[in-house]
């Protein structure tokens, strides 16, 4: 009772008071003016467009991270730094080209993590839980893998000689790592005892074995997923005494170890905490296989800062790593734990996991080259979240509404979910949120219909672009049409026509042709 009646109070005294909380030149016509010309003269400048051969491909997935998760991250964001929040710029709002992508899958009007994960990394849109694999292949039936393989972005740039690397704060074998190196009709085969029988005994691979056998030479790995590298039973080097985060292998295979023995004459480390990574000098490294979790990486609320790093921290030493290769290279970075922290119901954890990954992107950026260097934001799917009730200027965005339901004369926060494990009766009616700890890392925000797990949305989602080529990506696209454009970019994979034509900035041919034509007449005429 007492903490509504502080509630009532506070609203009643911000809606009588007529003073919005916004900085004073907001008042001033004048300051919109300016802000909209500078604006214009900015996007008047982009009418070159940077047609450059993309050295560098970079794409930056917030599994998750629809929509109303970027603008809520906006504003988190900027109450972080003491500001209202509104106003706050992304890295990825800097991005001069910014698309839409139609996400549903061939069998799914809203979609999973793994069809999403075929359709912009190997360009094809396919089945919910597939990856690697086009819509001809059935989710669990291995007998339907065979043929129907699909191969990535990541292997196009590998077999044009550029390095390669995958970042993620989820376990590598996840939906959306595991379409970058594998085949496999059910995305939940980590390892082979996640497998049933028949589709071992039908020559099915785990996702963990496929990591290193499909593509075996891989520059860069770091996420989690440990455990699913080891025999069944063996203890995991950093948590000896739970059973849970032991080994799951039925093969006996130790992949951790194979992978090292391969490498230790190439400059291969192998690290699995926050200290070794750090202390790797990332010019005397080749090969790196960063593993710190055994199953996926905390929450960055709850990271530990000895023993886990951040995903700013391994997306800078894998550019470190990756940029060394003259011909470049091609980095997936996911920010994984978006989407978990929205199923769960707890969109603190999630908004941070956001505000992280746009951190890992200013990075990036700081690290490579807007000339030469393609950068890709988007998500795979969006969320049932959302946040609302005309809360006033700079509202803490975990906050309450600034006014109660007139249904059940009850406060409710801005943040909401459609529906989610945070649907609570008491005594026959909502919650009175305001006797919670709303604010808490945890709070699971109220939800309109009781599930165990939150669902993914199925509205498009943004794609935020810059670097050369950046401008195809505009307008409303299907989401397979991401790396098609990431790859004409780079002239890797098929469609590599217009890199000898001259039309991307390449020296071209023609010219070439009639440039040796010119000085072979010029020195017969001279002699």
């Avoid at 998760?69 to 991005?95: C, P, W, Y």
């Avoid at 819509?135 to 044009?160: F, H, M, P, Y």
């Avoid at 790592?177 to 059910?186: E, G, I, K, L, W």
């Amino acid at each position: 009772m007492k903490l509504t009646s502080v509630f009532l109070c506070t609203s009643l005294v911000w809606v009588c008071s007529g003073k919005p909380e916004f900085p004073e030149e907001e008042k001033n016509p004048r300051f919109w003016n300016d802000m909209a010309q500078k604006t214009l003269q900015k996007a008047l400048s982009l009418q070159e467009h940077n047609k450059n051969i993309a050295k560098n491909i970079i794409l930056f997935l917030g599994d998750g991270m629809g929509i109303p998760t970027v603008t809520a991250a906006r504003i988190l964001k900027g109450q972080m730094n003491g500001h209202s929040g509104e106003e706050t710029e992304l890295e990825m709002d800097k991005f001069p080209y910014v698309a839409l992508s139609k996400t549903y899958n061939t069998n799914a009007q809203v979609p999973d993590s793994a069809g999403t994960a075929t359709a912009y990394l190997c360009g094809v849109k396919a089945n919910e839980g597939t990856v690697g694999v086009n819509a001809a292949a059935v989710r669990s039936q291995c007998n339907t893998t065979q043929g129907n393989e699909v191969s990535s972005i990541l292997k196009w740039a590998k077999d044009a000689g550029k390095s390669v690397g995958i970042v993620t704060t989820t376990r590598i074998n996840h939906a959306t790592p595991s379409a970058a190196y594998a085949h496999c009709v059910d995305r939940d085969w980590y390892s082979d005892g996640e497998m049933p029988q028949d589709a071992i005994e039908g020559g099915c691979k785990d996702i963990a074995r496929q990591l290193f056998e499909n593509i075996p030479n891989i520059d860069v790995i770091m996420g989690g997923g440990r455990k699913y590298m080891y025999p069944k039973n063996t203890s995991d080097v950093e948590y000896p005494n739970e059973r849970k985060h032991s080994g799951t292998r039925r093969d006996g295979r130790s992949l951790i170890e194979e992978w090292k023995n391969r490498t230790s004459s190439m400059n291969g480390h192998y690290v699995w905490n926050r200290r070794q990574l750090l202390s790797l000098d990332p010019n005397r490294v080749n090969y790196l296989l960063g593993l710190f979790e055994p199953g996926d990486m905390p929450y960055e609320l709850e990271r530990n800062k000895d023993t886990d790093p951040s995903l700013t921290e391994m997306v800078e030493i894998a550019i470190k790593i990756l940029r060394r290769n003259p011909r470049g290279f091609y980095l997936l970075v996911e920010g994984g734990r978006i989407d978990h922290g929205h199923h769960e119901g707890k969109a603190k954890q999630a908004l941070h996991e956001a505000v992280e990954m746009d951190k890992a992107i200013g990075r990036a950026g700081l690290l490579t080259s807007e000339e030469d260097t393609q950068t890709v934001v988007t998500a795979d799917h969006s969320h049932v979240f959302t946040f609302g009730g005309y809360t006033h200027r700079g509202n803490p965005i975990f906050g309450l509404a600034p006014m109660m339901s007139d249904i059940d004369q009850k406060p409710f926060t801005s943040i909401l979910y459609g529906n989610g494990p945070g649907y609570k009766l008491v005594n026959g009616g909502r919650e009175n949120v305001s006797t919670t700890d709303y604010n808490h890392n945890d709070y699971l925000a109220q939800s309109a219909v009781p599930l165990r797990m939150e669902t993914h949305g199925g509205e498009d989602v943004a794609i935020f672009s810059k670097g050369p080529m950046a401008h195809l990506l505009h307008g409303v696209k299907e989401q397979n049409y991401i790396p098609h454009v990431m790859a004409y970019a780079a002239c890797i994979g098929k469609n590599k026509q217009h890199c000898i034509s001259g039309s991307s900035g390449a020296p071209s041919v023609a010219f070439t042709v009639f440039s040796l034509t010119a000085l072979l007449t010029l020195s017969v005429v001279l002699c």
